[in-house]
Every structure is written in structure tokens, then in C-alpha cells.
């Protein structure tokens, strides 16, 4: 059974910074690609971005380009997301997925593996 479980969201006044963070147990973490994703209310779960399992190679949604960064730490089962210069439309429900590599790493059904969440607000 592979459980993910998401931490540190909050609330952050526009311009801010907040990192949140992913652990997983069960499977074999350095195995798989690490997905970040959002859902704000009344829409759909979007992709922020995901790292594969090196962390040399990383792909973005292209509006959190320059802002937020993905890394992971194998050693840990972890993987963050840090992000900057957040803006109100930053505000939503961040979920990390987990999956094996293959392509379409921005497809929701993709991800066998799901985390239950955390809140990030962006307002002032």
C-alpha cells in the first residue's frame, strides 16, 4: 500500500513564498515520477508540475514557470514544492501523485497514487 501524505500549507499574502512537502510510504519511491498538482474550488485538478525519479529532469505548467520549484530527496521518500512570488490564483488544494515513468506526466488519471492535500490561500 503506497500512502502519500502532504504537509505545510497555509495561508501567504501575495508576493509570498510557502514550500510544501510530500512523504510516501510503501513501494519503492526512487522508482517513481512525483506530480504536483492543484484544484481550486469548482475546478478540476490541474498539473503544476512533476520530477522524475532522479530529479534531473523536471517539467512545469507553464504559468508556475520561474516561480516554483520541484526537487525531491530519495533518501527521505520526499518530494517538495516551493513556491514564490505566489499570486491569489496560487489559491487551491495542492495534491502530490505518485506514478511509474512513462509519458503524460500532466494527465490526473495517471497517477495511481494520491495524497489527501493541503490548503494553500494566497490573500492578503
Known amino acids: 500500500q503506497v500512502h502519500l501524505v502532504e504537509s505545510g500549507g497555509g495561508l501567504v499574502q501575495p508576493g509570498g513564498s510557502l514550500r510544501v512537502s510530500c512523504v510516501v510510504s510503501g513501494g519503492t519511491f526512487s522508482a517513481y515520477v512525483m506530480g504536483w498538482f492543484r484544484q481550486a474550488p469548482g475546478k478540476e485538478r490541474e498539473f503544476v508540475g512533476a520530477i522524475d525519479w532522479s530529479g534531473d529532469n523536471l517539467y512545469y505548467e507553464e504559468s508556475v514557470k520561474g516561480r516554483f520549484t520541484i526537487s525531491r530527496q530519495n533518501a527521505a521518500n520526499a518530494v517538495y514544492l516551493q513556491m514564490n512570488s505566489l499570486k491569489p490564483e496560487d489559491t487551491a488544494v495542492y495534491y502530490c501523485?505518485?506514478?511509474?515513468?512513462?509519458?503524460?506526466?500532466?494527465?490526473?488519471?495517471?497517477?495511481?497514487?494520491w495524497g489527501q492535500g493541503t490548503q494553500v490561500t494566497v490573500s492578503s
Open positions: 501523485g505518485a506514478r511509474f515513468p512513462g509519458s503524460d506526466y500532466d494527465v490526473v488519471a495517471e497517477y495511481p497514487y
